[in-house]
């Protein structure tokens, strides 16, 4: 059984950073053709953050593109986002996501962006 868990996030200023990990266990990643991570504000439906394909293709929101950076670590099992420039409107749970011919999410993490 596939388990994806997120850790990294947490309450930053306008501007900072902040590093997002996901672990999976039950499965290497490189056995998902693509894994990414999705967000879903109060109220907003969940959205496309960032994605990256087995063959390393990556593909961004239009909202996250240049700040966002996504990349992965086969020895660790792990997938990260790298988000800079944080904007309030960056608020939201953040959840890793892994396909293959079914559809995996881990349990979301909360990245608040606020003074």
């Known amino acids: 059984q596939v388990q994806l868990v997120e850790s990294g996030g947490g309450l930053v200023q306008p501007g900072g950073s902040l590093r997002l990990s996901c672990t999976a266990s039950g499965r290497t990643i490189f056995s998902f053709n693509t894994m990414g991570w999705y967000r879903q504000a109060p109220g907003k439906e969940r959205d496309l953050v960032a994605s990256m394909h087995i063959s390393g293709r990556t593909n961004y929101g239009d909202s996250t593109k240049g700040r966002f950076t996504i990349s992965r670590d086969y020895a660790k099992n792990t997938v990260y986002l790298q988000m800079n420039s944080l904007k309030p409107e960056d608020t939201a749970v953040y959840y890793c996501?892994?396909?293959?011919?079914?559809?995996?999410w881990g349990q979301g993490t909360q990245v608040t962006v606020s003074s």
């Open positions: 996501n892994a396909e293959s011919t079914s559809v995996n």
